[in-house]
């Protein structure tokens, strides 16, 4: 052979690895087009890909959905594709080919709205008329910073008070705790600690969600007019403050080796199924996690507890949301909002929503004969309406707050740092990031 | 033989035949694959975040260039000493202990008793076990009320420890996993330990040196440039520590939960980093952060080859 012979090939081998590392940038419609579809497109059909969280019966759920969607649009076929690695939504932004729609979570969007990752919906939502106002204020507001709306808010998640009817009855009880107060003293009473501190049983266990307790002693985590970040609140001290007391009582060695030895979340063995906690704070899903793996649980639902000295912010409440966004530099967002739009319209809300078990963020949609039977929701959908439900404040650096702060938490409940050093490591990190 | 061949062909280098220049060009040709994916995948990336390390970047807007400003915030903050601080403990303490364990290993299966092949296989089983998988595991065996380690240690009349949830036990419980996947070191050094020449061993007996005295002379000198080599990888690996912990401390997709588990006892470098990039989108700050874990990687390494003419022996030196 030749030496020409041999620069030929070098070449086409050159050649055949760099178009093949470059095909990553090839527009990905096409290689959609090649794929066989059972219904045909009608001429001029666009595609979207549409990435979702949700897997298992939840995506099957959105799936109903989005085949009634296909069926209905010729003009605007959609494929749903379960992508529960939201990084990749990151990668594909960032590398210019994103998804035509795809789901969040709340706290995240004004941190990837702000950044430019998400369209900005206002133009859409002002020339299609979608009324805002029909939405729970406070799962908007995870959408939305400085009157831009950077999503749609699909679903909705509040805690309430679990509480256990057998146990409570056993300790003499005939109906769950109203006061924080009246919480204290439930706690204590519903315990059961054995010789030498171990713990058989917890009324509620005290590392409890600060956020929701922090809004019932009316504690914010920003202040609006000094643009200050407020960790070091009254209200959020007063919460942990409640914890760290209930924290205390037992002292981290036994609470760890007992909250170690609890089963998995999702299985009968989870401690409230399985009575190892009286009562327990989670979320609307619950109930319907209990119909599945604890159906002969008497349990209750009521609202967390309130401070008594603060009557007025009863009902209180911590939201967060899932939402579906416009990512950045896609090619049809026309099409897109088109999509969303219809999905987040109060029916298709309802049968997705009630199929999860979760909460719809519209009011119009709460009173979906679907949700009837929806375990438990009657209470979660009382709840809703109050106007104590807050969220966390949408800004650039939500993640880093909240992480900062449940690090400081942690280390607050545990007695490594102080409440006030450990609030103010927060103020002091954080504060910087406003600006 | 290596250093043989090396030096051969540096001699020929400029007295090329048409015919070896033919071979060399054939030869870049068929390992043009790999030069490329290097260029592409391992030299511009490495270049590149350099230059994202002087920047503020969250990956959709063009970075903007802030000089050493992410440098400068690194070492003002917690996370960063923390974490290190667990990294240094990890490298440090359950590196050697994890090499001390292995070579016992590969000494125990260097025995010629009946059935060592099956023991071999055993022993490295837990090597081939993916992360993930033999982390979920332990977080069984290592439960404190029905673990295995525990009821282990009941039977002794020892502490029970809650070993995942505990802030002074998370680590030794990482300890103990890596542990069990000493398997992999104990199947080098035990290729090592049988290229031991035995009449080595049989003239120390001759001269009436007891085992102990055969294992400081002979099997350790012997081994010092394989442990020097799985000393420097099991650095480089437990600098680099991250799916034990992102599993056992329960890392959240969402981003709400703090990654690092209690008292942020597990918040390793690569942990740390991991947050800041894909969490907090701080893509410069990360990419300074791993510029910092490249430098301590890169002089501890300097500074171990740079000792290893003390403890290692290269045969026929």
């Excluded at chain 1, 979702?52 to 959905?65: F, M, N, Q």
């Excluded at chain 1, 709306?149 to 057998?166: E, G, R």
């Excluded at chain 1, 609470?255 to 089963?263: C, H, K, P, Y």
């Excluded at chain 2, 809650?162 to 199947?187: E, F, H, N």
């Amino acid at each position: 052979m030749s030496k020409k012979k041999h620069w030929i090939w070098s070449l086409i081998l050159l050649f055949s690895i760099a178009t093949g590392c470059s095909g990553g940038n090839a527009p990905q419609s096409g290689s959609d087009g090649d794929k066989p579809s059972d219904t045909p497109p009608a001429q001029d059909a666009v595609t979207l890909d549409f990435w979702y969280g949700w897997t298992g019966p939840e995506a099957e759920a959105l799936e109903r959905l989005i085949a009634k969607w296909n069926s209905a649009n010729p003009d605007i076929q959609v494929k749903g594709l379960s992508q529960s690695d939201y990084q990749k939504q990151l990668t594909a932004i960032t590398g210019g080919n994103p998804p035509d729609i795809a789901s969040q979570f709340g706290q995240n969007v004004v941190p990837w709205g702000l950044r430019g990752a998400m369209m900005p919906l206002d133009d859409y939502i002002t020339k299609d008329g979608l009324d805002l106002k029909d939405f729970v204020p406070a799962a908007l507001s995870t959408s939305q910073h400085e009157g831009k709306t950077y999503a749609i808010p699909t679903a909705m998640h509040v805690s309430m008070l679990f509480y256990n009817k057998d146990i409570l009855q056993e300790a003499g009880y005939d109906g769950p705790p109203e006061t924080i107060s009246e919480l204290k003293e439930y706690i204590k009473k519903l315990s059961i600690v054995e010789d030498g501190g171990r713990l058989q049983r917890l009324g509620l266990w005290p590392g409890m969600d600060a956020y929701t307790f922090s809004y019932a002693f009316n504690g914010s985590f920003y202040d609006e007019a000094t643009q200050q970040v407020t960790p070091d609140h009254p209200g959020i001290q007063s919460a942990i403050k409640l914890s760290k007391e209930i924290w205390d009582q037992y002292s981290s060695d036994n609470l760890d080796r007992f909250s170690s030895g609890l089963g998995q979340y999702m299985s009968a063995q989870n401690p409230f199924f399985s009575g190892k906690y009286a009562m327990t704070i989670d979320g609307e899903w619950l109930p319907t996690f209990i119909k599945q793996y604890a159906p002969d649980l008497n349990y209750g639902i009521a609202p967390i507890p309130y401070d008594e000295n603060n009557p007025e912010f009863k009902n209180s409440g911590n939201v967060t949301t899932s939402v579906f966004y416009i990512p950045k530099g896609v090619k049809n967002p026309e099409a897109s909002w088109k999509f969303i739009k219809w999905m987040t319209e109060p029916e298709q809300m309802a049968e997705f929503t009630a199929a999860l078990g979760n909460l719809p963020t519209r009011n119009s949609a709460f009173s979906n004969p679907l949700y009837e039977d929806v375990p438990g929701f009657k209470e979660f959908l009382d709840y809703s309406g109050s106007e104590n439900l807050k969220s966390f404040p949408a800004s650039s650096y939500a993640n880093e707050y909240m992480t900062e702060f449940s690090a400081q938490y942690d280390a607050i409940l545990r007695g490594t740092v102080s409440m006030e050093e450990g609030l103010d490591k927060v103020k002091a990190k954080i504060q910087p990031l406003v600006k | 033989m290596k250093v043989t061949t090396a030096a051969n062909q540096r001699k020929r280098v400029s007295g090329w035949s048409r015919k070896e220049r033919h071979y060399v060009f054939l030869g870049l040709a068929f390992a043009s694959p790999w030069i490329i994916g290097f260029l592409a995948f391992t030299v511009y990336p490495f270049f590149g975040s350099l230059y994202l390390s002087l920047t503020e970047y969250d990956l959709f807007s063009p970075p903007k260039w802030v000089g050493l400003q992410n440098y400068k915030l690194i070492f003002a903050d917690d996370r960063f000493y923390k974490s290190l601080g667990n990294t240094f403990f990890m490298a440090f303490i359950s590196v050697p202990i994890t090499l001390a364990v292995s070579l016992l290993i590969a000494m125990m299966l260097n025995f010629k008793v009946k059935g060592i092949n099956y023991y071999r296989t055993i022993f490295y089983l837990p090597s081939v076990i993916p992360i993930v998988a033999s982390a979920l595991l332990w977080t069984w065996m290592l439960n404190p009320d029905f673990g295995l380690v525990n009821m282990a240690l009941r039977t002794l009349g020892l502490t029970d420890p809650a070993w995942l949830l505990d802030p002074r036990y998370t680590k030794p419980s990482l300890i103990l996993m890596s542990l069990w996947g000493s398997g992999a070191g104990a199947l080098i050094f035990l290729a090592a330990l049988q290229g031991v020449p035995r009449q080595y061993y049989e003239a120390a007996q001759v001269d009436g040196a007891n085992w102990w005295y055969r294992f400081w002379k002979i099997t350790v000198p012997a081994l010092s440039p394989i442990i020097l080599f799985q000393l420097i990888m099991g650095l480089i690996g437990a600098f680099q520590i991250f799916t034990e912990s992102y599993i056992l401390a329960g890392g959240k997709v969402d981003g709400s939960g703090s990654l690092g588990g209690p008292e942020q006892s597990l918040l390793f470098y690569a942990v740390n980093l991991y947050q800041e990039a894909f969490v907090f989108l701080k893509m410069g700050y990360a990419s300074a952060l791993a510029w910092i874990l490249f430098i301590i990687v890169l002089l501890i390494t300097f500074i171990l080859l740079k000792t290893s003419g003390r403890w290692v022996y290269y045969g026929g030196d």
